[in-house]
Each structure stands twice: as structure tokens, then as C-alpha cells.
């Protein structure tokens, strides 16, 4: 076994590199700490932290979606490798101008754009991803603004301010 440098840490989960203070891996929301309560039950032991709004919840407020934890309010997220879906849209230069708004803002946001499959794929409960059941019928060539989790209520609340 090598000895392994003092900041490098792997979250046991998803391998993802995390600090070594770190309560939770912010990729997939797993919990490297013990004894922390879900936000909205103080008796009870949290699951994991919701990796967009960062609030530890129980498994009755949020779960694992495609090895990821959400919390039940954001469940509806479509996610991709440490990236969550803000916006969507078919014009591209538009898309253009999403993304640099949102970089000049400090964030790193990503176009996604993929013509075939969903992003999610397999044995997902489409009542989890699929809260409003938009999803499938408006992805097809669907250009995607995507940002890392930790970025997804900043993102939007400058989309919102933008009235798009
Ligand atoms: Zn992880
Ligand atoms: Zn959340
Ligand atoms: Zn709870």
C-alpha cells in the first residue's frame, strides 16, 4: 500500500477527490462524518447531503438518484458527472450567451448537447426524475446548461433575473 499524500482523499463512494475536512463528498452527497441529523428531522440520522442545496436529510428527505443524493426538493435535477441541468434550450448562440453570462458571474457552466438518449438511462424510477413528466418528449436535441452542483441555485437565480 502506498502512502497516500495528506490532502488526497477519495470519496469511498464515487472515487471523487475530496478535501480532508470535508463532512461529505460534494459529488455524490455521501456522508464521511457520523452523527450528523437530517435538517428536517433532528432525531434522525442523515443519509447523505443534497449536493445542490449542501442540507443533510434522512432517507425520508432525500435518497440516492444515479448514485447521487438529492433531497426530495431537488430531486427533479437532471444530472450528469457532478453536473446539474439549469437551463435547456434548441439556439445554440443563445446557449452562448446563457454560458458566458454565467462565467462572468464567477460560475463554470457547460453546454451538454446530445441528440439520441436521455441523460439518464436504465432501472431510474421516472417519478424521481421525472417529477413533471417533461423530461423525454423535450430533450431530443435539447441544448443543455449545465453547472457543477455546488453552482445549480446561483445559476438559476441569475437565469431568473435574466427573464429568459
Ligand atoms: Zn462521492
Ligand atoms: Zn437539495
Ligand atoms: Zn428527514
Given at each position: ?62 435518497e440516492m438518484v444515479n448514485n447521487t443524493f438529492l433531497?426530495?426538493?431537488?430531486a427533479?435535477?437532471?444530472i ?44 431510474v424510477?421516472?417519478?424521481i426524475i ?35
Open positions: 500500500m502506498q502512502e497516500s499524500k495528506k490532502d488526497d482523499y477519495y470519496c469511498e463512494q464515487c472515487r471523487a477527490v475530496v478535501t480532508e475536512d470535508a463532512d461529505y463528498c460534494s459529488r455524490c452527497g455521501s456522508l464521511f462524518v457520523d452523527q450528523v441529523m437530517c435538517n428536517h428531522h433532528a432525531m434522525t440520522q442523515a443519509e447523505g447531503v443534497c449536493v445542490i442545496c449542501g442540507v443533510p436529510c434522512c432517507d425520508k428527505c432525500g433531497c426530495r426538493q431537488h427533479g435535477y437532471e450528469c458527472q457532478g453536473m446539474a441541468r439549469v437551463y435547456g434550450l434548441n439556439d445554440s448562440s443563445q446557449a452562448e450567451y446563457i454560458m458566458n453570462i454565467l462565467k462572468e458571474q464567477g460560475l463554470h457552466p457547460f453546454l451538454y448537447s446530445r441528440k439520441a438518449t436521455p441523460l439518464h438511462m436504465g432501472a424510477d421516472d417519478a421525472h417529477p413533471a413528466g417533461e423530461y423525454f418528449g423535450h430533450t431530443i436535441n435539447e441544448i443543455k446548461v449545465m453547472v457543477p452542483f455546488p453552482e445549480a441555485l446561483e445559476a438559476e437565480a441569475i437565469l431568473k433575473d435574466m427573464e429568459l
